[in-house]
DNA sequence: CGTGCTTTTGAATAGTATCAAGGCCGGTGG
DNA sequence: CCACCGGCCTTGATACTATTCAAAAGCACG
């Protein structure tokens, strides 16, 4: 709770608050903020429980998991920097999802009632905010689209480029920049994780990707978007 | 374009203009908004246009749709009265999905110029816009968790329980308020037309619905929920 | 009373999940 | 330092579910 980075000195270019609210409210948010840091694997917040207010992610990685029947989850979206987590409109609401980090985190925490003063004197950011949320709309219609429609080859491919699109992969080796477990990647597409396993070993086999300990190589990308391009990805 | 319904005799209680916006703004909407209506069928706007503006339903049903491979479709979402449909912030963006009236429908229209003055003079309504939003994103959420979990049956019971929860079905005897074709009900859950007859055909043995024509009448929802129950549907 | 479209039903096939066993790897403790 | 343990991953065999293809029946419409 303490040793909080300031919104003046904090470097996420990704922030709204950062991009669209007035100096002096940046002044209010960083009084009233809570900033919360996370190793990866902890629960940010769960499903079931009370809104209590809004998360911006400062730093690292986190996904959004509903839990379905029978113990299988689905990760229904995957955030990063400048994302926002866990808004829901009323604030008796309680969280249709869990958010969990996958990697050390640091998160924004803003109550309710500053959040609401924030929206009605900045138009601006909260204009912002129906943005992301448009888009994260529409992100979600078409990867339902995906999810639906594609074959478990086609949903592994597809998932490995989200995964990338996401939360990107090293400049020189292509390595994905998070590690997710097969089952991970399994609650990601809907499949189960002895079909991600295999898959992933038909892709290295065409020389597709590298599967390195935890990692993985996209090696032929191209490739990738060859398998799922009849879907429009990218 | 004629023949406009002015915002001041419009009833719906649905809509956020008139929930939320000063009585001038409400005055300069009213000179801009253009009215238009469609037949059952009618295509709204197209998935590869370019967005123009925000459409909001004053009467009637619709759904949006998404192109998938080889011919095959989404309905990504259903939509009626006080409904928002086509806002996708930046306005050189294009349509990702279509939207299709399935009834006859009363459409208001507003340019995204006049829309951006109007979100900066009313908070309260960028707000609700915002609300809107959050909720359509956690529904598709939901949803999608229903589409990758769950096998034919489960999925067409839902749909069944979804298509009464968005347009509703005669008080008296259940029939849905609206008639879908089996290829619509199968687009919407992601199967065939086929499975969706087959298992239409199981519920009515099973005295879940009756189908009299192009209808369906809803006799016993509890049973249709305890098939879906144990992903917390309802 | 045909004609064309949607729906229903059936049979064959393909794709996935499930179940089960064995291998790999990293961490721990002797 | 090495052996062991537990979790994750891989691979194979089997069963099942859903799609596909095909054909017939029902229905609205001219």
Known sequence: MNNKISCKECNSDACFIKQQCSSDWIDKIEFKKIQINHQAEDCIFREGGYVEGIYFIQHGNAKIVARGAENRELIVRLATVGHVLGH????????????????????????????????MNNPKLTLLLVEFYSRELRKTEIRMKYLTQMNVKEKIAEALLFIKEVFGADDDDGTLNVSLTRQEIADLTGVTAEQVSRELGEFEKKKLIIKKGRGIKLIDEKGLYEIVKKYGVG
């Open 88 to 119: 829901r409109g009323s604030r008796d609401d309680k969280y249709p999802v869990s958010a969990i980090a996958l990697s050390d985190t640091t998160i924004c925490f803003i109550d309710n009632d500053t959040l609401y003063d924030v929206f």
